[in-house]
């Protein structure tokens, strides 16, 4: 399993510009792979070993990375090596929910296509 990982981290270097970039996204895959481990920066930056989230925040939030169309068609190229399905079709959903309550992180008006609506 580690040699699969090591080569979809190598396959996805090219999308960050730096060094420091691509270790923090390394790092961010990493717990986003690991089973029980809670889709948020905390939680990740515990599981693989880092004291505090800042690395993995200023990854998503500020950082310059191809996270578009590279990271996607590397994913996409990746996961067709692995699953190797012929005619096979890769569909990436990005289903919002609605963040309610006043204390999760980054809450705010934001719109998601499957509500058809911009939430307050």
């Known amino acids: 399993m580690e040699a699969v990982f090591?080569?979809?981290?190598?396959?996805?270097?090219?999308?960050?510009r730096r060094r420091d970039l691509r270790a923090n996204g390394v790092l961010y895959l990493r717990?986003?792979?690991m089973p029980g481990v809670a889709g948020n920066c905390w939680?990740?930056?515990?599981?693989?070993?880092?004291d505090r989230p800042y690395r993995l925040h200023h990854l998503l939030e500020r950082a310059r990375w191809e996270e578009?169309?590279?990271?996607?068609?590397?994913?996409?190229?990746?996961?067709?090596?692995h699953l190797g399905a012929d005619g096979g079709?890769?569909?990436?959903?990005?289903?919002?929910?609605?963040?309610?309550?006043?204390n999760t992180a980054a809450?705010?008006?934001?719109?998601?296509?499957?509500?058809?609506?911009?939430?307050?």
């Open 6 to 16: 090591a080569e979809l981290a190598a396959d996805l270097a090219p999308v960050y």
């Open 31 to 33: 717990g986003l792979l």
């Open 43 to 50: 939680s990740i930056a515990e599981a693989v070993g880092l």
């Open 68 to 81: 578009d169309n590279t990271a996607r068609d590397v994913v996409r190229a990746f996961l067709t090596r």
């Open 89 to 102: 079709v890769l569909i990436f959903d990005e289903t919002g929910q609605a963040k309610k309550g006043t």
């Open 107 to 120: 809450l705010g008006r934001q719109y998601s296509g499957t509500m058809g609506r911009v939430e307050t």
